[in-house]
T-cell receptor
Framework: EDQVTQSPEALRLQEGESSSLNCSYT??????LFWYRQDPGKGPEFLFTLYSAGEEKEKERLKATLTKKESFLHITAPKPEDSATYLC???????????FGIGTKLQVIP | DAGVTQSPTHLIKTRGQHVTLRCSPISGHKSVSWYQQVLGQGPQFIFQYYEKEERGRGNFPDRFSARQFPNYSSELNVNALLLGDSALYLCASSRLQGIDGYTFGSGTRLTVV
């Protein structure tokens, strides 16, 4: 069974303090790894898709990387508006099932 | 362009009742998936539909069912509601069965009392 583990579960940063979120996965036939941002009471907002080891994607202060066993979401000089829960998910082979991790709740303090 | 729209936004039901949740995908998206998200957890996969056919089903009891209509909108039905069915129900659509990433709606908050 596909498994996605995210760490840490919660992270508190000072504004401008860069850090990384981890997503480790065990899947049979990875077809894609996704990062989403979710604000309280709202649906997840799509950030990135990574398809193969070595791939990197960037968007503003966020950069996602992928290896064969894990993905990192690097946050550079975060701002308070980056506070949210960041979800990692994998799309595996076979039928079209996306498995999510529990998420990392990020709080950026001014 | 309109995003994924879900209705209703909030719903309160009594144990044992039936509920129908509705979803309209982004125009041009033929794949719709349903997820259940309990507070503090990641979304759990319930169903995926593509071109009006069920293409995937998660580990949910038969009380959960869904369908996709010719216009690609979708309904999620839950029978014999239990207190544990209280959750945020999310609908997501994709152009290419998820490989291009899913766009989520804002969800329906279901409370079972």
């Amino acid at each position: 069974e596909d498994q996605v583990t995210q760490s840490p579960e919660a992270l508190r940063l000072q504004e401008g303090e860069s850090s990384s979120l981890n997503c480790s996965y065990t899947v049979s036939g990875l077809r894609g790894l996704f990062w989403y941002r979710q604000d309280p009471g709202k649906g997840p907002e799509f950030l990135f898709t990574l398809y193969s080891a070595g791939e990197e994607k960037e968007k503003e202060r966020l950069k996602a990387t992928l290896t064969k066993k894990e993905s990192f979401l690097h946050i550079t000089a975060p701002k308070p508006e980056d506070s949210a829960t960041y979800l990692c998910a994998v799309l595996s082979g076979g039928y079209q099932k996306v498995t999510f991790g529990i998420g990392t709740k990020l709080q950026v303090i001014p | 362009d309109a995003g994924v729209t879900q209705s209703p936004t909030h719903l309160i039901k009594t144990r044992g009742q039936h509920v129908t949740l509705r979803c309209s995908p982004i125009s041009g998206h033929k794949s719709v998936s349903w997820y259940q998200q309990v507070l503090g957890q990641g979304p759990q996969f319930i169903f995926q539909y593509y071109e009006k056919e069920e293409r995937g089903r998660g580990n949910f009891p038969d009380r959960f069912s869904a369908r996709q209509f010719p216009n690609y909108s979708s309904e999620l039905n839950v029978n014999a509601l239990l207190l544990g069915d209280s959750a945020l129900y999310l609908c997501a659509s994709s152009r290419l069965q998820g490989i291009d990433g899913y766009t989520f709606g804002s969800g329906t908050r279901l409370t079972v009392v």
